[in-house]
């Protein structure tokens, strides 16, 4: 799939307006006082090729994002002034509205904001993929009314990933890992079609190993999930699970290794009383292994609570293979492209993906929302493509 209308469709941009709907929902830390810092900055750069080309073009710029969870009325804390201080460094001249978030009618795809966000502007370009599988006025919105392309992250996103369902060198692995199925249930359906094996690690594998009638103690595990589980495992496509473990004692706290607390390796049954944390040191060279001998690996969800340092072996194993491997190599979530940096495997990468729910239901479903929309502003645009 794509089919989307690019920047190079969009013709002379000279002294034109364009609204870019940008990511820039950036971490943010607060002091005290009440004053927000951005502790990554990396969903600003991500954008910045495409913001950098439209200043070029002579096009005049205005991004708009949303940043945190306001609930449709201003609020202080989730302003975008850290955001425009650091824009301005990085790509001045480009003006950022603010928080979109703080009217309703974002949320709510209000036609009223519609219009609100479109007056003024000749063109739309959206490069918010971690932002393109919601329905929002920002989103959907504006290719109704003016001509519209995708950004360069938009656009890089929706090659590889559509590039996974279409046509993987094989044989193609996706390593999953994370908290729970449930919150994955969709994308790891869709991924047994896809892949050659799936490999599984994080806290999700508990619910796995009790459907194989292990013992899983005091983990994280979903009892409503086993009967799903004891059907994928009893499927076509090979589910590799952890043999060994890395399990915590009673008294012990996550992310506080002065609590106390014992930490053992056992094999695939957690002892009662006791949490797995990790993947053991034997499933992570099995693990490693099968990236190891991949074409193509997808990789989302971290195999252990890799934030707590004695249980991030089996995450940084699995980052250390993916670095490895000549396969082609994807890391797709949130807390899983924070993994690959904090082993310092990012670079290393062939694609990291920027988004966290619009990359999982973009494997899943093959499209998004914001997608769609782009496409079918395609007869709104003045000049003509082949699609
Ligand atoms: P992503 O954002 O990459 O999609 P998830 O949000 O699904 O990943 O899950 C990430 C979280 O899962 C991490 O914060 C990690 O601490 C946690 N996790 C991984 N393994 C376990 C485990 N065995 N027990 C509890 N939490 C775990
Ligand atoms: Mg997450």
């Given at each position: 799939m794509?089919?989307?209308?690019?920047?190079?469709?969009?013709?002379?941009?000279?002294?034109?307006?364009?609204?870019?709907?940008?990511?820039?929902?950036?971490?943010?830390?607060?002091?005290?006082?009440?004053?927000?810092?951005?502790?990554?900055?990396?969903?600003?750069?991500?954008?910045?090729?495409?913001?950098?080309?439209?200043?070029?073009?002579?096009?005049?710029?205005?991004?708009?994002?949303?940043?945190?969870?306001?609930?449709?009325?201003?609020?202080?804390?989730?302003?975008?002034?850290?955001?425009?201080?650091?824009?301005?460094?990085?790509?001045?001249?480009?003006?950022?509205?603010?928080?979109?978030?703080?009217?309703?009618?974002?949320?709510?795809?209000?036609?009223?904001?519609?219009?609100?966000?479109?007056?003024?502007?000749?063109?739309?370009?959206?490069?918010?993929f971690g932002a393109s599988h919601r329905a929002?006025?920002?989103?959907?919105?504006?290719?109704?009314?003016?001509?519209?392309?995708?950004?360069?992250?938009?656009?890089?996103e929706v090659?590889?990933l559509s590039?996974l369902r279409?046509?993987p060198?094989?044989?193609f692995?996706a390593v999953l890992g994370g908290a729970k199925v449930s919150d994955k249930l969709g994308v790891i359906d869709a991924l047994l079609e896809m892949v050659?094996?799936l490999v599984i690690?994080g806290a999700m594998c508990?619910t796995f190993?009790?459907a194989?009638?292990?013992?899983?103690?005091?983990?994280?595990?979903e009892?409503s999930m086993v009967q799903h589980c004891k059907q994928l495992l009893?499927g076509?496509t090979?589910i590799?699970?952890?043999?060994?473990?890395?399990?915590?004692?009673?008294?012990?706290?996550?992310?506080?290794?002065?609590?106390?607390?014992?930490?053992?390796?056992?094999?695939?049954?957690?002892?009662?009383?006791?949490?797995?944390?990790?993947?053991?040191?034997?499933?992570?060279?099995?693990?490693?292994?099968?990236?190891?001998?991949?074409?193509?690996?997808l990789w989302n969800g971290?195999?252990?609570?890799?934030?707590?340092?004695?249980?991030?072996?089996?995450?940084?194993?699995?980052?250390?293979?993916?670095?490895?491997?000549?396969?082609?190599?994807v890391?797709g979530g949130g807390d899983s492209?924070?993994?690959?940096?904090?082993?310092?495997?990012?670079?290393?990468?062939?694609?990291?993906s920027?988004g966290g729910g619009a990359t999982l239901e973009l494997i899943e479903k093959g499209d998004l929302p914001g997608l769609a929309?782009?496409?079918?502003?395609?007869?709104?645009?003045?000049?003509?493509?082949?699609?």
């Open positions: 794509s089919g989307l209308p690019r920047l190079e469709d969009l013709g002379s941009l000279q002294g034109r307006s364009v609204l870019v709907r940008v990511d820039f929902n950036v971490p943010l830390s607060h002091g005290i006082d009440g004053t927000a810092e951005i502790s990554d900055d990396l969903r600003i750069r991500a954008a910045l090729p495409t913001l950098r080309w439209l200043l070029q073009q002579g096009a005049n710029v205005n991004a708009c994002t949303h940043l945190g969870r306001p609930q449709g009325v201003p609020e202080q804390r989730f302003s975008v002034t850290p955001l425009r201080q650091r824009l301005a460094e990085l790509a001045p001249g480009v003006e950022l509205l603010e928080n979109l978030r703080f009217n309703p009618g974002e949320t709510a795809n209000d036609p009223a904001f519609v219009t609100e966000l479109v007056a003024g502007h000749d063109i739309y370009v959206n490069d918010a929002h006025a920002s989103i959907v919105g504006p290719p109704q009314f003016l001509a519209s392309a995708s950004g360069r992250l938009l656009a890089r090659e590889v590039g279409d046509a060198r094989r044989p692995v050659d094996a690690g508990f190993l009790a194989q009638g292990h013992r899983v103690g005091a983990s994280l595990y009892d009893n076509d090979v590799h699970l952890p043999e060994d473990l890395t399990v915590l004692g009673p008294g012990g706290v996550l992310g506080d290794p002065d609590a106390g607390g014992e930490v053992r390796q056992v094999g695939a049954d957690v002892p009662d009383g006791w949490i797995g944390t990790d993947i053991g040191p034997g499933s992570a060279a099995a693990f490693s292994d099968v990236i190891c001998s991949a074409g193509t690996v971290p195999m252990g609570v890799f934030e707590d340092p004695r249980f991030g072996g089996g995450t940084g194993a699995v980052a250390a293979a993916m670095a490895e491997t000549r396969a082609f190599t890391v492209a924070a993994a690959a940096r904090h082993f310092g495997v990012d670079r290393d990468m062939d694609h990291v920027t929309a782009l496409r079918d502003s395609t007869t709104k645009n003045s000049t003509t493509r082949d699609s």
